[in-house]
């Protein structure tokens, strides 16, 4: 089967890494804020009980958060860029 070159192009880890743990600060900040807005409204409440166990209205649940999000982010974008890479090599 003939494919192009650029089919087996590898996956920049760093910028993989850093464009899921942005992605995944977002989420977090636009689930808080609706948590805060409209308390009643669960939807929101179980992503960020992902991040963090901390009350709703503290500063802590914003800084463990904000801070899980990039490690989680990292560590997904690591894993998925390291298998990605080593399976277009067969």
């Keep these: 089967m003939n ?3 650029s089919a087996n192009n590898p996956l920049d880890v760093v910028a993989l890494g850093w464009g899921l743990s942005a992605a995944l600060v977002v989420l977090f900040v636009i689930c ?3 948590a805060v807005v409209l308390p009643e409204w669960r939807a929101a409440h179980g992503w960020i009980g992902l991040f963090s166990v901390a009350p ?3 500063v802590r649940v914003w800084i463990d958060g904000i801070v899980f999000s990039i490690v989680f982010g990292w560590v997904t974008g690591v894993v998925l860029g390291l298998v990605y890479n080593r399976l277009i090599r067969r």
Excluded: E, N
């Design 32 to 34: 808080l804020a609706v």
């Design 56 to 58: 709703m209205t503290s």
């Design 3 to 5: 494919t192009p070159a």
